[in-house]
T-cell receptor, first 113, second 113 residues
């Protein structure tokens, strides 16, 4: 079955430290992977995607994600966290049978000053 | 250009009443999705429209829920005889044909008293 797992409900990071939000996936065929961010009382905003090519993908707001095929992971990273990065982060993978997105449960990222 | 818009932004209704939620997708986007998000939780897929094809209604939780998309553009999600468990944020997203990213509206927060 195709699925996405975000194993951490919440991640706490001190401002200025690097952050990682984890995502693993299971999909038939080539994975098309996405990260979205949701700020309080807002809709989801697209951050970045992996379709093919370089395993390190750069996106909005200084975020990047590393695709690892052997570990079936697509972890979101940022070298230096900002308090304003505090939000809910969603990982998604495309279901190649119907082209829908399968969504992870979300990870709440809290950046403390 | 304009993003996805949704109206109303907030809706408070009494149990048993019907409600209509509206979504205006990005112009030219052929695909439109409705999701439901309970407080701080993940996304629950409700329904998907793609062009003139029959919609994918597999996510609708009961026959009290229905949606239409008129003229391949604006969509309305209708919930009949609302129940307290229908309280959630209802998110709409649209996607351009040939692309995988979905673009989200700000959502409608529905509260059923």
């Amino acid at each position: 079955a195709q699925s996405v797992a975000q194993p951490e409900d919440q991640v706490n990071v001190a401002e200025g430290n690097p952050l990682t939000v984890k995502c693993t996936y299971s999909v038939s065929g080539n994975p098309y992977l996405f990260w979205y961010v949701q700020y309080p009382n807002r809709g989801l905003q697209f951050l970045l995607k992996y379709i093919t090519g370089d395993n390190l993908v750069k996106g909005s707001y200084g975020f990047e994600a590393e695709f690892n095929k052997s570990q079936t992971s697509f972890h979101l990273k940022k070298p230096s966290a900002l308090v304003s990065d505090s939000a809910l982060y969603f990982c998604a993978v495309r279901d190649n049978s119907n082209y829908q997105l399968i969504w992870g449960a979300g990870t709440k990222l809290i950046i403390k000053p | 250009g304009a993003g996805v818009s949704q109206s109303p932004s907030n809706k408070v209704t009494e149990k048993g009443k019907d409600v209509e939620l509206r979504c205006d997708p990005i112009s030219g986007h052929t695909a439109l999705y409705w999701y439901r998000q309970s407080l701080g939780q993940g996304l629950e897929f409700l329904i998907y429209f793609q062009g003139n094809s029959a919609p994918d209604k597999s996510g609708l939780p009961s026959d009290r829920f229905s949606a239409e998309r008129t003229g391949g553009s604006v969509s309305t999600l209708t919930i009949q005889r609302t129940q307290q468990e229908d309280s959630a944020v209802y998110l709409c997203a649209s996607r351009q044909r040939g692309y995988n990213e979905q673009f989200f509206g700000p959502g409608t927060r529905l509260t059923v008293l």
